[in-house]
């Protein structure tokens, strides 16, 4: 794909994208958005749920809405949170329910934090899920 000039790419653009390419477009933007068409292709693009949440988003802006990030993040089960301690590796997992750490079923991510360092701590801000 690097070796690719511009009238190839915009032949490759008009491929995928059924029209004519920007006018002003540079080459590194053609070949950026028809390799991201190719390995679509390839692979899949985005998942339905991602797409329709970009539409929204891109809805949202059109209508003048002020976009502000999510204040809380939500953390999956099945994600591994990992943290060093004072020389000492501590991972957690996030379950349904809570948090597992050493095999052990826990509320909060606090709870953990104080159960290793003897000290309160935010949970989320110890295992660097949230900024200070």
Request: glycine share 8%; charged share 30%; hydrophobic share 30%.
């Given at each position: 794909?690097?070796?690719?000039?511009?009238?190839?790419?915009e032949?490759?653009?008009?491929?995928y994208?059924?029209?004519?390419?920007?006018?002003?477009?540079?080459?590194?933007?053609?070949?950026?958005?028809?390799?991201?068409?190719?390995?679509?292709?390839?692979?899949?693009?985005?998942?339905?749920?991602?797409?329709?949440?970009?539409?929204?988003?891109?809805?949202?802006?059109?209508?003048?809405?002020?976009?502000?990030?999510?204040?809380?993040?939500?953390?999956?089960?099945g994600?591994?949170?990992?943290?060093?301690?004072?020389?000492?590796?501590?991972?957690?997992?996030?379950?349904?329910?809570?948090?597992?750490?050493?095999?052990?079923?826990?509320?909060?991510?606090?709870?953990?934090?104080?159960?290793?360092?003897?000290?309160?701590?935010?949970?989320?801000?110890?295992?660097?899920?949230?900024?200070?």
């Open positions: 794909m690097q070796a690719l000039s511009k009238p190839e790419l032949t490759e653009w008009r491929k994208f059924k029209g004519k390419p920007p006018q002003r477009a540079s080459v590194e933007f053609l070949r950026g958005h028809v390799v991201w068409q190719q390995q679509a292709k390839q692979f899949g693009g985005l998942k339905r749920t991602t797409s329709t949440q970009i539409q929204n988003l891109a809805k949202r802006l059109r209508s003048g809405v002020d976009l502000t990030p999510e204040t809380e993040l939500t953390i999956k089960p994600t591994r949170l990992i943290r060093q301690y004072k020389g000492e590796k501590h991972e957690v997992m996030v379950t349904e329910q809570g948090f597992r750490y050493k095999e052990q079923d826990f509320k909060s991510l606090s709870t953990i934090a104080r159960h290793i360092t003897g000290t309160n701590w935010n949970g989320r801000v110890f295992f660097g899920v949230k900024k200070r």
